[in-house]
């Protein structure tokens, strides 16, 4: 077994939150019409920072340093995790939206949405949101190890900033296909989500090693 699936395997086992796997559900919003659908990728970092909590309360992070193992490797070990759950996230969100793009898209309710619908442009604010939560509260936390307020609730008032921005957008002259209810505008809509993977990895990256550096220079 690789170190990656080790690490994967401890985090599964003794740290994670049963709420981390739970709140996939709520990927399922997608097919809500009339209502901000992007909000459940809230839900979905919300069960994530379950995880941080349950592992701040058994102790996790000073059992982790007491293994054979580096301080780098338990930051890895917590990205692993994360980004297992957001590839999940992201597997369920972009197939709930190929159902509504394909089988759904001309029924009634969507068309006449005045909400962002399910589409790529949806996947990739999606990943937009995750990218932000890794590189504000997950590095934020690795800054002490202990504490992780401030870091959410800054990734709080900027992930619902995001969220209230796809909908405005979608109301500007010129921007009226980000909302499309189908596959209409497809290379901008795969455009946008090309981007929104390469920001997503390039966050996560960033995230991991500066959230490395600084538990290096923690004296638990």
């Known amino acids: 077994m690789s170190e990656n699936a080790k690490l994967l395997r401890k985090e599964i086992k003794l740290a994670s939150s049963p709420l981390s796997y739970f709140f996939l559900a709520f990927t399922l919003m997608a097919f809500i019409p009339g209502y901000p659908i992007l909000v459940s990728q809230f839900f979905i970092c919300l069960g994530l920072f379950q995880t941080f909590q349950n592992g701040r309360e058994s102790n996790d992070i000073i059992y982790s340093v007491m293994l054979p ?36 898209s001309n029924l009634s309710p969507y068309l006449t949405n005045p909400l962002m619908n399910a589409n790529f442009f949806f996947v990739g604010f999606s990943l937009l949101i995750l990218a932000l939560f890794n590189l504000i509260f997950v590095r934020g936390f690795f800054k002490t190890g202990y504490y992780f307020a401030k870091s959410f609730i800054a990734f709080i008032v900027i992930a619902f900033l ?4 796809s909908e405005v957008l979608h109301y500007l002259p010129g921007l009226q296909f980000i909302s499309t209810s189908g596959f209409e505008e497809l290379p901008k809509q795969l455009i946008f989500l090309c981007v929104s993977i390469i920001v997503f990895v390039l966050f996560t990256i960033w995230g991991e090693i500066s959230a490395a550096k600084s538990f290096e220079k923690i004296d638990l």
């Open 162 to 165: 995001l969220v209230a921005a």
């Open 69 to 104: 193992i580096s301080k780098k490797s338990i930051v890895k070990a917590r990205f692993i995790f994360v980004v297992f759950i957001e590839m999940i996230d992201f597997i369920l969100t972009l197939t709930f939206s190929l159902i509504r793009m394909g089988l759904m």
